[in-house]
Nanobody, 115 residues
Framework: VQLVESGGGLVQPGGSLRLSCVAS????????MRWYRQALRKEREWVAT????????TYADSVKGRFTISRDNAKNTVYLQTNSLNPEDTAVYYC?????????WGQGTQVTVSS
């Protein structure tokens, strides 16, 4: 089982990044997918969730209206479009897959928002 995130980097305040997470080794279309993030010296926090078909999406209040979660089950990939980034969004972003009792995590991708 693998979850591989990409798309992070350094961006100026107000900028955007599109994060991707490619899954393998399990039935992706049956997994609820989530993005989390963890800033330095802070606990990991939930960012967004998308249902198996993509029909239901929920967001943390801190990112609502700025971030969009989506998925492509044909590509075994979940995305997080991040817009209007600010320094408080600086963190390592992780994707998470839950399918029944199985719970998988990626290694994370660093997002740094700084001028």
């Amino acid at each position: 089982v693998q979850l591989v995130e990409s798309g992070g980097g350094l961006v100026q305040p107000g900028g955007s990044l599109r994060l991707s997470c490619v899954a393998s080794g399990f039935t992706f279309s049956s997994a609820v997918m989530r993005w989390y993030r963890q800033a330095l010296r802070k606990e990991r926090e939930w960012v967004a969730t998308i249902s198996t078909t993509g029909g239901i999406r929920t967001y943390a209040d801190s990112v609502k209206g700025r971030f969009t979660i989506s998925r492509d089950n044909a590509k075994n990939t979940v995305y997080l479009q991040t817009n209007s980034l600010n320094p408080e969004d600086t963190a390592v972003y992780y994707c998470n897959a839950v399918r029944g009792r199985d719970n998988y995590w990626g290694q994370g991708t660093q997002v740094t928002v700084s001028s």
